[in-house]
């Protein structure tokens, strides 16, 4: 049986000094270096590990890596687009026995295939027993300025079931700036809500698992994190296309405070139908919408056609 904990290794704090590195500002790269906030992140994400793909975004020094590898995980793939934390993650796959794999590449654009088939190379599954994941994670410090873009690119991917999200099992659990984490769990009424809280919650229950101080980070950003799970949702409310969804909920969050009657009969008196025919209060602000109702909402405008200003 593989080892289910590493060896002891240098530290990350060591690490960033021996090679030196700096987080860019312009990646919005933060370092966690207090293992113990990791080990919770992990902890508290309850991740099923047999016959289970851990894919880690951004690793950089690789300190979330250690607490997935050290919590059992057989199969863990990182993908890191800085090329200066390589060697740091190559010493770490030396270490690993055979349990991990970093690839150098852009999480936005990989082909998941290689992140897939890198997995089925690792662990318990050497000699190729296993040709598929029965439980996908997805994991990751995000940088705060892609963090959103990322997301909304795994919701598509997940409500069309390619790339990693083939998975009939798959979780994400991710940290983001906090009004960012505050706005994907938000639920109807809440003053955080947006177009991503419904966009979330149209396929996943999204819930915060995590939150870490500004003062957990190196260099210390201005604000707080916090590390929300998003698992799909058994029956998904989503009835349309994600694009379309977004589409409507953009046009509904652009004026949130005003009334949706009035923003629909600023777009056509005749449209105000649509919220009726769907049992929507046209007196209700956006942000009192239940993600069910605008799930409704953009089906029904999909279904005919209709083109949102």
């Not at 290794?9 to 500002?25: G, T």
């Not at 009334?259 to 005749?270: E, G, Q, S, T, V």
């Not at 919408?289 to 409704?296: G, I």
Request: charged share 25%.
């Amino acid at each position: 049986m593989p080892m289910s904990k590493l060896p002891k290794l240098p530290s990350i704090r060591d690490l960033i000094r021996i090679y030196n590195l700096k987080a860019k500002q312009q990646l919005s790269q933060n370092f966690i270096l207090d293992k113990n906030i990791t080990d919770k992140i992990v902890s508290l994400a309850g991740l099923e590990l047999d016959n289970a793909l851990c894919v880690e975004v951004g690793p950089g020094p690789g300190l979330l890596t250690r607490s997935i590898l050290d919590s059992g995980a057989q199969s863990v793939v990182a993908v890191e687009k800085d090329s200066r934390f390589i060697p740091t993650l190559r010493q770490l796959q030396e270490a690993s026995d055979g349990r991990f794999d970093v690839l150098l590449d852009d999480m936005l654009k990989i082909d998941h295939s290689r992140i897939v088939q890198s997995g089925l190379q690792l662990g318990s599954n050497a000699d190729g027993h296993i040709k598929t994941f029965e439980y996908v994670h997805l994991l990751g410090n995000l940088p705060f300025g892609v963090a959103t873009p990322m997301l909304v690119q795994w919701l598509h991917l997940l409500s069309l079931k390619q790339g990693i999200f083939t998975s009939p099992n798959v979780s994400m659990s991710l940290m983001f700036q906090k009004e960012v984490g505050d706005r994907i769990v938000a639920g109807a009424s809440d003053s955080a809500r947006g177009r991503l809280s419904v966009v979330s919650q149209s396929i996943c229950d999204a819930f915060r698992i995590y939150n870490v101080p500004s003062s957990g980070f190196v260099p210390r950003p201005k604000v707080d994190a916090t590390v929300v799970q998003l698992r799909p949702l058994e029956k998904p409310l989503l009835k349309s296309s994600l694009g379309t969804l977004e589409r409507v909920v953009r046009f509904s969050f652009m004026k949130r405070r005003k009334m949706l009657a009035r923003i629909f009969k600023d777009w056509d008196p005749a449209h105000i139908a649509l919220l009726e025919e769907c049992e929507i209060d046209p007196t209700l602000r956006p942000q009192d919408v239940p993600t069910e109702k605008f799930c409704q909402l953009a089906h029904v405008i999909e279904q005919r056609n209709i083109k949102l200003p």
